[in-house]
């Protein structure tokens, strides 16, 4: 079996901040990450500023790209990974869980039809390469993830014909009034303003109907406008990804993987960093990550300061707030469950997301729930309830490889 | 650039491309069929949604977005 000290699961600012602290610490340590290259989302293809330089002192960390943690046992201390054609087991002796978070998506009208992908979905495919000069782009859904990204189209070439924000004016005029305390944060929003003046910004405004008009997506929204687009980009903001951190036993707290101030989670030599324990952005990512690095090759963190992440977070779920008028977009025959075709009216007499699984196998296709699952916390209230491996569609080959009890 | 083909059309990319940045490009909008037959296409763009997955050199449910184009790639929608 392969071994390393730490082992670090995903290559995003806190995965990559905590590989480089563990490191200089003086620990073997090996990064596991599904991409081609280090960066996570929000570093995706970046070779300047901060990005470039953590990415830099990845230097004497083992780096094992596209690759997938598919089943793991705190016990043994043991990942199973599978690669494209391979799958070997890793032992460590201390776990840095660093897998990021998603983007939640919401069903409406015509949600499936391709073309509609998620704000940070649309980007990481830009960034891949994806020509979008000259195309119509409707960014809408929630967060502040949304200028970002249409800020980013319309400099890559694109027509940003409508920005619609789900949050109030109002809501949105009380969190720019928090940032002032992160003159950085607010800095960043002003310049974000200035890149998008002359695009029609909308607030209160949200997707209720998509329909193919041609080659094109027709967008309806609830003030009545109607944009023909050739990508929408809509997602309601970020779900951690926690499933990793379940998996293995992590406690975890309103959603969110439980830590305490060294970046410990419930189960011994399992540490968590980043937004698994709660959306927070990169700045609090990188500190996280460099605790997380430290405690686990055994020194004392140099320094902490949640209590402004904290702020933060709050401040955003708050400003962001999803309003209810959300949930009745979704009619009888709309999919909920993208993977297996379940629609709304199939899981409207079922009573959690188990009954779901059991009963219309929603939750049951390849993303194990990782859409749908947050779709129907939104909507009914239901929990995901337990992950069991293998975490990720794997093959029959690669559970093989797993050394028995 | 890269050349590779999709669906037996030969299409030229820039390389670092992903798969499905190839895809949209040869103009394919539909990657995959859903259980009930409907088109579908990338929706997360990071390799979680699984709704952009396609046959790549004869492997089957390959997530084209979190796999770099190759010379000669032989990429088939369903």
Known sequence: MKRAGVVVVGAGPAGIAAAVRARACGARVTVIDDNAAPGGQIWRRE???????????????????????????????????????????????????????????????????????GVGGLQALVKAGLPIVGKRI?????????????????????????????????????????????????MQAARLRMALLGVDYRRGCWVKRADLAGRLLRLQFNSGAIHEVDYAAIAYGLCPNTELAAALGCRLADGVVFVDDLQRTSVEGIYCAGEPTGIGGVDAALLEGETAGMVAAGQAPLRRDTGKRRGFDKAL????????????????????????????????????FREAKLQTRCGMGPCQGRICGAATEFLFGWSAGSVRPPILPARVGTMCKETPE | ????????????????????????????????????????????GMGICFECRLTIDGHAHARSCQIEVRDGMLVETE
């Open chain 2, 1 to 44: 650039m890269i050349e590779l083909r999709v669906n037996g059309q030969s299409v030229r990319v820039p390389k670092g491309a992903s798969v499905a940045v190839a895809v949209l490009m040869a103009g394919h909008t539909g990657f995959r069929r859903s259980v009930k037959g409907e088109p579908r296409g990338p929706l997360c």
């Open chain 1, 47 to 117: 070779n300047k500023g901060a990005a470039a330089a953590w990415i830099g002192r990845l230097t004497g960390v083992e780096q094992i790209a596209q690759a997938r943690v598919v089943a793991g046992d705190p016990v043994k201390r043991t990942l199973l990974i599978e690669m494209a054609d391979d799958a070997f087991e890793i032992g460590y002796e201390s776990l840095i869980i660093a897998t990021g978070a998603r983007e939640l998506f919401l069903p409406f009208p015509g949600w499936t039809l391709p073309g509609i992908m």
């Open chain 1, 138 to 186: 409707a960014v809408a859904g929630s967060g502040p993830l949304l200028l970002a990204a249409a800020a980013y189209f319309r400099r890559e070439g694109a027509q940003v014909v409508i920005l619609a924000e789900q949050a109030s004016t109002i809501a949105l005029l009380r969190f720019a009034g928090q940032l002032v305390r992160q003159p950085a944060k607010l």
């Open chain 1, 317 to 352: 779920k708050t400003a962001f707030t999803l309003r209810r008028a959300l949930r009745e977009l979704p009619d009888a025959s709309t999919i909920v469950c993208r993977c297996e075709d379940v629609t709304l009216e199939q899981l409207q007499p079922m009573t959690s």
